[in-house]
Structures are given as structure tokens and as C-alpha cells.
């Protein structure tokens, strides 16, 4: 399993551009990359996902490098209610049994 | 609605008293699985089912059980509960294991 390693926490102002940093040096060529988003006292919610180059949805791009050894969330424009903690996951779709989170990224929008 | 539902939301308990919080989805999803999450720690996973009668243990299985005797439901069991075990629990539902996971709206126990 890829551990993940993410920035503990980043700060942006509202109407800016966010990009989050995921590394996975020890990524797999079956594994995909995923990205989870938690408010406080909720269950974490699926964003996006990807597996190479780039995939964009309508809350997200996520950009992953030829080698995959890293990969960036990107949120456009973000607002107060896009504060929230961001989880990277890296795992096996055939498989998909056990799954590790990393420690997650904290995303404080300020006004 | 498709969703993902547990109970008790909130409990107290003493150390020693086994407890069962349940888990239930009506998405007929095959994968499974229960978290932890604690300050500073992030989401752990504690057991998850690949499917009916299959259990495997994730990355904290240390004093919980589970069973899976039907597909919509995935109970996680404290024997006898510590107060380390005092944390916010999350189950989780999907197709498989790494689609898109629906998770519950959590449990916070409390351990004394």
C-alpha cells in the first residue's frame, strides 16, 4: 500500500485558486489516487479521482505527473464553506481491501 | 435515499462493558468498512468486508470484532472496551473498496 504524504495545512482567501499536494512515492501501476473532503464532525465525502494526467469534475482538477509519484488537488475560486480537511487516497481498484488515509490537509478560507 | 446509517450516534460507556454500534447501507454495495478517527491521527481503518462472511483486518483491528452475516449490515464490536477506545467512529459503504465510498454520519463514544 502507497503511504501518502500531504501539507498538515494551508490557508487561501476566498475567490483564490487552491492547489494541494499529494505525495506517493511508492505508488503501484494499479493503483489510482482519490481524494476525500471532511467537515467537522462528518464523514469524509468523495471529490474526485484519477489515475494519470488530468480529470476535472465540477468541484475539482486533479493533476497527476507521468511518473505518479505525486498529485495536485486543485480547487478553483474557493469560499468559506470549502474550509474543511482533505484526505489523499492511493489504492488498488481491482483490489481495494485494505485502504490507507493519510493524515489530511487542513484548508482554512479566510474572508 | 441512498445512505449510510449508524447507531448509536453518541455513547458513554464504562471500560469493560461490550458494546455493538451498527452499521447499515441500502446502496446493495459488496465493500465495507469501519474507521477511526482521532486528533492528529486522521482516519484509520479498524476492519473492512469485501463481502458477505468476508472480513479482513485493517490497520487498528486491535480490540474490535465484526461480523458480516448479511450484505446491508457490518456491526463493529468492543468486547470489552478501553478507554484508548474512546474516538469518533466512521462505516463506510461502496461498490468495491477504492470506488467511491459513502460514509455514515459517525459515532463519538466515549470510554470512562
Known amino acids: 500500500l502507497a503511504k501518502t504524504t500531504q501539507p498538515i495545512s494551508m490557508d487561501s482567501y476566498e475567490g483564490q485558486e487552491v492547489n494541494i499536494t499529494c505525495s506517493h512515492n511508492n505508488i503501484a501501476t494499479n493503483d489510482y489516487i482519490t481524494w476525500y473532503q471532511q467537515f467537522p464532525s462528518q464523514g469524509p465525502r468523495f471529490i474526485i479521482q484519477g489515475y494519470k494526467t488530468k480529470v476535472t469534475n465540477e468541484v475539482a482538477s486533479l493533476f497527476i505527473p507521468a511518473d505518479r509519484k505525486s498529485s495536485t488537488l486543485s480547487l478553483p475560486r474557493v469560499s468559506l464553506s470549502d474550509t474543511a480537511v482533505y484526505y489523499c487516497?492511493?489504492?488498488?481498484?481491482?483490489?481495494?481491501?485494505?485502504?490507507?488515509f493519510g493524515q489530511g490537509t487542513e484548508l482554512s478560507v479566510k474572508p | 435515499e441512498a445512505q449510510v446509517t449508524q447507531n448509536p450516534r453518541y455513547l458513554i460507556t464504562v471500560t469493560g462493558k461490550k458494546l455493538t454500534v451498527t452499521c447499515s447501507q441500502n446502496?446493495?454495495?459488496?465493500?465495507m468498512s469501519w474507521y477511526r478517527q482521532d486528533p492528529g491521527l486522521g482516519l484509520r481503518q479498524i476492519y473492512y468486508s469485501m463481502n458477505v462472511e468476508v472480513t479482513d483486518k485493517g490497520d487498528v483491528p486491535e480490540g474490535y470484532k465484526v461480523s458480516r452475516k448479511e450484505k446491508r449490515n457490518f456491526p463493529l464490536i468492543l468486547e470489552s472496551p478501553s478507554p484508548n477506545q474512546t474516538s469518533l467512529y466512521f462505516c463506510?459503504?461502496?461498490?468495491?473498496?477504492?470506488?467511491?465510498?459513502?460514509f455514515g454520519p459517525g459515532t463519538r463514544l466515549l470510554v470512562l
Open positions: 463506510a459503504s461502496s461498490s468495491r473498496g477504492l470506488e467511491t465510498q459513502y
Open positions: 487516497l492511493v489504492g488498488d481498484m481491482g483490489q481495494g481491501g485494505k485502504l490507507i
Open positions: 446502496m446493495n454495495h459488496e465493500y
